[in-house]
């Protein structure tokens, strides 16, 4: 029983000292929570001080008039300067009349725009001259000398011992000078033509002469089935100047479209001025709309009501007069920026007044003629058939380079020969020594994949073009209609 008795001792020691624990733990905790209550409630007395609570008895009251940077005007003066303004900058302001036909000369002279079009017939011009000098002649000169000190010729090699009247037994030293100067002509056949003079001296020493050994020589290589024929050689000239002519078209469009948008912006520049007129007509209506509803307000005949509404009125014709003249400065700047004169720069303050009237008249227009006119005359249209002549060209000259390589050589040489240079000529013409030569070479890739990849893809290509061409004229078609039924 001993045992058990010291184990209930123990557990008793154990939870008295737990509990005391507990009572310690929960006295801290309620010293801690008093304090912050206490240092909270003192915050809070601190956040809740006299500056609030007058700040949230009162209410602040704040004029805009007291907050302008400058003096405070009525709606009625403001008005009144800005119509002002705008009289004395119209009325001090530079005016220029123009007419239609000076904004078109303008354009066509000093456009931006254009002149950068311009150029480029003339790189195109460039273009051709670099595919023609493809077949210029070729002067060519070529120099050489040669020096050799072999060793002896062995004993045995002859049984004289003597060769060629040279002894056996000494080593043969010969200096050999070689010259050429001659002409490569490029034929348009897709051959190769030279004319040469080739001159060789040969010294060899041991007292003997110098031997010359001069020659005219004439040498032609011509394919006779791939890259044979005019039209294959010729196929870049004939991209290149079709490739001019497209340039041209597209010049031709865009001074079109410079002078389309240079007549829209001088009507929209004439419709503004109109606008702006009437405009101040409207003004000068409100005005005395206003001064004629006073006048009844002082003898009694209407209500303040009417003054107020006249001047509601006033207030949206000044702003619709502020309104339209920006809108014509916007209108005048783009005339400007589109005519490029020295003396009307975009910032300078010269009113252009469009002094050509309109004449409205009624047409009755034929769409489907006009819409079929125009996808024949449309510069866009043009482009792209010379686009597919491009195409057609080129599909011929990918079924040409599929063919294997045939081609013929032959080389004819007069021959020459004395010990004395001016003899080896005098042999040339005289004496009519004659060498030739002439011979074939044949060429095919196996598989010829690369030949037929191109074909395939100048096919596709013309493919393309056909479908562009039919896309684009639907939408030269859509256009005419939509601008014939805006007409209407």
Avoid at 393 to 420: C, D, H, M, Q, W
């Amino acid at each position: 029983m001993l045992p058990y008795r010291l184990t209930d001792i123990m557990r008793n020691k154990i939870h008295r000292k737990r509990k005391d624990q507990g009572l310690i733990l929960i006295s801290v905790v309620m010293a801690t929570v008093f304090v912050s209550f206490s240092s909270c409630a003192g915050q809070h007395n601190s956040l809740l001080g006299k500056d609030f609570e007058d700040r949230l008895r009162s209410i602040e009251v704040m004029t805009l008039e007291d907050q302008s940077v400058s003096l405070p005007i009525t709606v009625e003066e403001a008005e009144d300067e800005a119509s002002k303004r705008l009289r004395k900058r119209q009325t001090l302001s530079e005016r220029i009349d123009l007419s239609v036909e000076d904004v078109r000369k303008a354009a066509l002279e000093n456009n931006l725009d254009l002149k950068v079009e311009l150029v480029m017939p003339s790189i195109a011009e460039e273009s051709i001259g670099e595919e023609e000098a493809a077949f210029e002649t070729t002067f060519f000169g070529a120099s050489s000398i040669q020096k050799s000190d072999p060793p002896a010729l062995s004993p045995a090699f002859s049984e004289e011992g003597v060769l060629s009247g040279i002894q056996v037994g000494a080593g043969i030293q010969s200096t050999v000078a070689s010259n050429e100067i001659g002409v490569r002509i490029p034929l348009k056949t897709g051959g190769l033509g030279t004319v040469s003079l080739p001159v060789r001296s040969l010294d060899i020493g041991s007292g003997l002469p110098t031997q010359h050994d001069s020659g005219m020589q004439f040498s032609i290589s011509q394919p006779l089935l791939r890259n044979a024929g005019v039209a294959v050689n010729t196929t870049p000239i004939t991209i290149a100047k079709l490739q001019r002519r497209q340039t041209d078209s597209r010049t031709t469009l865009s001074a079109i479209r410079i002078l389309a948008t240079a007549e829209k912006a001088y009507w929209n520049h004439y419709a503004v001025g109109q606008e702006l007129e009437v405009r101040h007509q409207q003004y000068e209506r409100a005005v005395e709309q206003l001064k004629r509803a006073r006048r009844l307000v002082e003898e009694g005949a209407t209500a303040m009501v009417e003054v107020t509404r006249a001047e509601a009125g006033l207030s949206r014709r000044v702003d619709a007069i502020i309104v339209t003249e920006t809108q014509r400065r916007l209108t005048e700047r783009n005339l400007k920026r589109i005519m490029n004169v020295e003396e009307l720069d975009l910032g300078s303050q010269t009113v252009l007044v469009a002094k050509n009237d309109p004449r409205p008249l009624h047409l009755q227009l034929d769409a489907t003629d006009l819409a079929k006119k125009a996808v024949e005359n449309r510069m866009e249209m043009l482009e792209l058939e010379l686009q597919l002549a491009i195409d057609a060209v080129t599909i011929n000259v990918a079924e040409n380079r599929i063919l294997p390589l045939f081609s013929l050589n032959y080389t004819y040489s007069s021959l020459g020969r004395g010990t004395k240079l001016g003899k080896s000529f005098d042999t040339i013409f005289n004496r009519g020594f004659e060498d030739w030569r002439a011979g074939v070479v044949f060429e095919v890739p196996l598989g010829n994949l690369a030949a037929r990849s191109r074909l395939r893809r100048a096919i596709l290509q013309r493919t393309l073009s056909l479908s562009t061409k039919a896309q684009r004229a639907l939408s030269i078609q859509q256009e005419v209609y939509d601008a014939v039924d805006q007409l209407e």
